[in-house]
């Protein structure tokens, strides 16, 4: 089950390696995606092939609520307790949960009659709400995978889920230790990189020593992204007469913000914010024409924040050394010195020195480079780091015809076999 179905690129390449493994699924999503983030035809296939829950039909909702109780017998009583009684993080969180279990009494209809092995949840809020209650109502087992925002600012239920799930995807060692300290038990933790096609990341043979250094970086232009510090970063350095520039790709609400704060800092000349997003196609070309990749991750104000960059693992995989912040998923990836450099989020001095440094340091440079190389493939590539998830997907379907439903965020997503 996820959100917006293939709209999130993790999501798409998780899916598409499943395919690979021959892992039968069918995939639910709350809403279809806004758009695609890979241009292909199998991502047109699955794209039509979901099953999209919302918007729900007022009245479907209403029969599926009130029949409930007479197909799922005491499992509708249970989970509805849970979701009037068990404690929560909010009054707002409750009612939200008291919704999405009507919801899941009208995706559980659905799913009655078809045969379902696990109702796995790609992300853990309002879907993994769904998911767990509908797994709860035809007493199957859920499974869910947890990120950033799902994790903090918009938690709901979290503990409930954390104690209901067979197992539990952990995107990084931080994610470990916090599912640990809610009670979790060590043998239901699997950690599951988010990871990458590498094969489509080629690093660029020889760079142009000649040209001044060039710092990219590229995201959804939100407060998580920490945009605001490289731009602060590079006006540091164009005072200390340091030669440089700098291209910020990417589309978002901060846009103009961000563009008003080079200008105040009159350093129009040296750094760019695109105002475009770019598509998956793009972003190989896009790190090869960079030095270095800089990502000053933060927490938002609304406490939303990045788990596992994956435009940091293509930036290693094109062979761009790395600069981002010690936060959640981040130091898994950048191992401080050998993969790449971390700073302390929200401090514009010491990213402007790890920049500094980096730009002048030629045998650094090299040295995260390949080492950063080494690390993605070995740790971060697709092929080998949905082992865990595959391994788990196979103890449920077993050896007999069966059906995952994978739920990220708001969608869902079915296995069979």
Not at 296 to 319: F, H
């Amino acid at each position: 089950m996820t959100t917006n179905g293939i709209g999130n690129s993790w999501v798409a390449n998780e899916l598409h390696q499943l395919t690979r493994h021959r892992i039968p699924f069918k995939l639910h999503a709350m809403r279809s995606p806004g758009e695609h983030f890979h241009a292909s035809q199998w991502a047109l296939n699955m794209d039509k092939s979901t099953n999209v829950i919302y918007p729900v039909n007022v009245l479907a909702l209403l029969v599926s609520l009130i029949i409930a109780p007479l197909r799922f017998g005491s499992c509708f009583w249970g989970a509805l307790f849970n979701a009037m009684f068990s404690k929560r993080e909010s009054m707002r969180v409750r009612l939200a949960g008291l919704y999405h279990f009507a919801v899941a009494c009208y995706w559980a209809r659905q799913l009655q009659h078809q045969q379902v092995s696990l109702i796995h949840s790609q992300w853990i809020h309002s879907g993994g709400t769904i998911a767990m209650y509908a797994a709860w109502l035809l007493g199957k087992p859920f499974s869910f995978t947890g990120h950033a925002a799902d994790l903090f600012r918009e938690r709901c239920g979290l503990q409930d889920k954390v104690d209901r799930a067979a197992f539990i995807v952990c995107i990084s060692e931080f994610h470990k230790d916090l599912f640990m300290k809610m009670g979790a038990s060590a043998d239901k933790l699997h950690i599951v990189h988010c990871g990458i096609d590498v094969s489509l990341f080629t690093p660029k043979l020889q760079k142009k020593t000649d040209e001044i250094p060039h710092i990219i970086s590229a995201g959804r232009l939100v407060d998580k992204k920490g945009f605001e510090y490289l731009i602060d970063a590079c006006a540091l350095l164009r005072d200390q007469n340091i030669e440089f520039k700098c291209t910020i790709a990417g589309s978002g609400p901060l846009e103009e913000s961000l563009k008003q704060r080079i200008a105040d800092r009159k350093i129009q000349n040296i750094v760019t914010v695109t105002g475009k997003a770019m598509k998956q196609e793009e972003i190989p070309a896009f790190m090869n024409d960079g030095d270095i990749y800089c990502l000053p991750c933060v927490w938002a104000k609304d406490n939303d924040v990045d788990g596992l960059p994956q435009m940091l693992m293509e930036a290693m995989a094109c062979g761009v050394p790395c600069i981002s912040t010690k936060l959640v998923g981040i130091p898994d990836l950048l191992i401080q010195g050998k993969t790449g450099l971390l700073v302390e989020p929200n401090d514009t001095k010491q990213l402007a020195e790890a920049l500094n440094v980096l730009m002048h340091d030629k045998p650094l440079q090299q040295q995260m480079t390949a080492n950063g190389l080494i690390h993605v493939k070995k740790e971060f590539d697709l092929d080998t780091c949905l082992e865990p998830l595959v391994s788990q997907y196979r103890n449920f379907l077993g050896s007999k015809s069966t059906e995952i439903t994978n739920k990220p965020r708001s969608t869902g997503a079915k296995v069979e076999s």
